[in-house]
């Protein structure tokens, strides 16, 4: 009997068979991380004091709002949404989320301005095999400028990536939901901290 590294054959090729059967229904192995979190914020924020964060939990009225605006219910319980100030002064906001791609989820920050109008986004990790041309900055510059009151779809006023359809897509469901998510939740509130 041949022996591969100390392995017999015959083991050795049930493992190999047993790991590719694994492979193929493993994530993709095309996972791209561009930005951990401490690294996105300190793009967005590189003059400000202080970077803080809020955990809102909607409540049933939040709740309800949020889905009449987006068209379906949120899929997280409470949402982290961080502040960037100077001294008094509001920099900034900064929502980090996930939206499904074809197969994978995709992590995404946009920055936002104390008014609530999308200044930047960034994909964080990619993990899909394919379409990871929406990581261009041509794609990504589409943002810039919505707000709340914009459609943000994809085809509409959001052009999608050829190849990259779906992920395109998940972008521009992704940054709405960040816009409703900061309008509902921070901008709309009594006292809301807006000072730009």
């Known amino acids: 009997m041949s022996v591969v590294r100390g392995w017999p054959v015959k083991h050795f090729s049930l ?6 059967w694994m492979g193929a229904s493993l994530p993709a192995e095309a996972a791209a991380t561009y930005f951990t979190t401490p690294q996105v914020l300190k793009e967005f924020f590189p003059k400000s004091q202080r970077v803080s964060f809020r955990k809102v939990k909607p409540g049933p009225a939040e709740l309800a709002a949020l889905q ?11 949402y982290v949404i961080f ?3 100077t001294g008094e002064h509001v920099d900034g906001y900064a ?3 996930e939206e499904l791609g074809q197969h994978e989820q995709i992590t995404f920050a946009v920055k936002l301005s104390p008014e609530g109008v999308v200044e930047r986004h960034e994909v964080m990790v990619y993990r899909e095999k394919y379409g990871e041309e929406i990581t261009d900055a041509r794609f990504r510059r589409q943002f810039q400028g ?16 050829t190849g990259a359809t779906i992920s395109s897509r998940s972008m521009a469901v992704g940054v709405r ?4 998510l900061l309008d509902e939740l921070i901008l709309k509130k009594p006292g809301a901290v807006s000072k730009g």
Not at 68 to 78: D, M
Not at 177 to 180: E, G, K, M, Q, S
């Open 83 to 85: 502040v960037a100030t």
């Open 146 to 161: 919505k707000t709340a009151k914009d459609a943000v779809r994809a085809g509409e006023d959001i052009d999608v990536v």
């Open 15 to 20: 493992a190999l068979a047993v790991w590719l």
């Open 177 to 180: 939901r960040a816009l409703i």
């Open 68 to 78: 009449g605006r987006l068209g379906y219910k949120p899929a997280k319980p409470e």
């Open 95 to 97: 929502i980090i989320d």
